[in-house]
Structure formats: structure tokens, C-alpha cells
């Protein structure tokens, strides 16, 4: 508790993004915890970690998110994650940007941080449809899915693009995506935020089978930690390897 890794910044930045590991849990469900980073001595904010996406056991070769009973594990897999969050206060050159231990309950390990200034939100383009314009609102827990649906399928009639304003979308299901020519945009990664929320496997990410589709300047994120898709979960042609 209160040990920490500070950083003397050479260039201006905002935006944080932070990579690190910690131990999993005995049932494989992952730990928690947090770290308060300080600027130049004054507390900014704390952060909360999880090793919840980072461990995988493998039983017979194949890969799972937890030790399973009765079966032995072949080998561990940890790989280190990241976080990103934007500081309250910015950082100029030559302040000092400190990541600290905040409780005393297991090791924490802090690979790098990466500090970058946030870029201004970018505004729909011209001809663009916009997500809110079939009912989509940000921030509310309630899946956007069927409004992004309905809004490519507008866009595609006129070859244009679907725009997703600042916030988090909800995606209770992964994007199934038909539609060709058309442009997937958001105003920044540090800005637009799509979160797939359905835990099950096979249920996040996008599954395209399409030309000329630029999908950009969005932040996607997942609850879901089933890293391979088996059995009848999977379409033909499987096992794909599922983020």
C-alpha cells in the first residue's frame, strides 16, 4: 500500500492509457482493485483495474476463462491489460505524473503508461446519419443495437455512413454487418465508446462479410471474456477466437 512509479512528462497530454496485471482469483473470476494517480503531488483521480479479462486456463489444449472441477490444467496464460482515462487536470512538460498503490491486498504490476492529448470531438459528416436519429440515446445502460441496425441500413441506401456521437452505445449483440460502402464513424476514441454487454460467447464484436467499409475513431469495449467460440455457439467454419 502506497507504493508507486512516477513519470516526468516530456509533452503536453490529458489522456492516459495505462497497461497493467494482477493476480486472478482462486474460481478464475477475476480480482479487483485500484490505483490513484496523482499530478505533480495533487490526487486526481483513482482508477479501477480488474484481472478479470487477463488470465486464461487451458484444460486439454483448449482454452478457458476459469479452472474448471475435476480437471487438470495443462498451462496458464496471463496477458497484461489496459485501461484509459482522462485526467482532470493536464499535464504540461516537465510535470510528474504518479500511479500509487492504493489498498493493501495483492501485487499490482504497471507495464507503462502512455500520455497523449485528447483530440477535439469530430463532428458527422456531411451526408451522414446519425445513431440518435432512429432513437438511440447514450449513457443508459439500454442496447442501441437495433438504431445502429436501422441506421445502416438507411446509410446504405445512399452510400454514405453512420455516425456515433459522444458517449457509450450499448450493443447487447454483435454487429452483424451487410451493408457495403459506407463509412462506421464516431467522434474520437477518446469521445465515442461502444460496449458490448452480453456476456455470452460469440455475442460482441462485428461480423462483416462486405466491401468498402471503414469503421473509425471509436473506442470499443466488452464485458464478455470468452476468448473462443466452440460447439453450436459457432458458425460453420469455427473455432474463432472471440474479443
Same mark, same amino acid.
Not at 490529458?14 to 497493467?20: A, E, I, P, Q, S
Not at 482508477?47 to 486456463?57: D, G, M, P, T
Given at each position: 500500500?502506497? +507504493? ?32 490513484? $494517480?496523482? $499530478?505533480?503531488?495533487?490526487? !486526481?483521480?483513482?482508477?479501477?483495474? +480488474?484481472? @478479470?479479462?487477463?488470465?486464461?486456463? /487451458?484444460? %486439454? ?14 498451462? &496458464? ?25 492504493? +489498498? ?7 507495464? #507503462? &503508461? ?15 446519419? +446519425?445513431?440518435? !436519429? ?13 438504431? #445502429?441496425? !436501422? ?18 452505445? %450499448? /450493443? ?29 460467447? /460469440? ?5 462483416? @462479410? $462486405?466491401?468498402? $467499409?471503414?469503421?473509425?475513431? &471509436?473506442?470499443?469495449?466488452? &464485458? ?6 466452440? !460447439? ?12
Amino acid at each position: 500500500q502506497g +507504493s508507486a512509479v512516477e513519470w516526468t512528462v516530456n509533452k503536453p497530454g490529458d489522456g492516459v492509457t495505462l497497461r497493467f496485471t494482477l493476480p486472478d482469483s482462486a474460481d478464475g473470476k477475476g480480482l479487483n482493485g485500484e490505483v490513484d $494517480v496523482y $499530478v505533480n503531488g495533487q490526487l !486526481d483521480q483513482t482508477v479501477q483495474i +480488474s484481472s @478479470r479479462w487477463a488470465w486464461q486456463y /487451458f484444460v %486439454n489444449k483448449e482454452p478457458e476463462n476459469h479452472p474448471l472441477p475435476f480437471a487438470s490444467t495443462d498451462y &496458464i496464460a496471463m496477458r497484461f491489460d489496459e485501461t484509459h482515462f482522462i485526467l482532470n487536470k493536464k499535464l504540461k512538460a516537465g510535470d510528474k505524473i504518479r500511479i500509487q498503490k492504493k +489498498s493493501s491486498d495483492v501485487a499490482y504490476g504497471i507495464d #507503462f &503508461i502512455e500520455v497523449e492529448e485528447i483530440e477535439p470531438v469530430k463532428t458527422k459528416p456531411a451526408g451522414y446519419v +446519425s445513431i440518435t !436519429d432512429f432513437g438511440a440515446s447514450p449513457n443508459d445502460n439500454i442496447s442501441d443495437l437495433k438504431a #445502429f441496425n !436501422d441506421a445502416v441500413a438507411a446509410a446504405g441506401t445512399t452510400g454514405t455512413g453512420v455516425y456515433l456521437p459522444p458517449g457509450r452505445w %450499448n /450493443f447487447d449483440n454483435k454487429v452483424v454487418l451487410t451493408t457495403s460502402n459506407i463509412g462506421i464513424k464516431g467522434a474520437g476514441m477518446w469521445h465515442t465508446n461502444v460496449y458490448y454487454s452480453n456476456p455470452a460467447q /460469440f455475442s460482441g464484436g462485428i461480423l462483416a @462479410r $462486405v466491401n468498402n $467499409v471503414e469503421v473509425s475513431d &471509436i473506442f470499443f469495449n466488452t &464485458i464478455n471474456t470468452q476468448r473462443m467460440c466452440r !460447439d453450436m455457439a459457432c458458425p460453420i467454419g469455427g473455432p474463432y477466437m472471440i474479443y
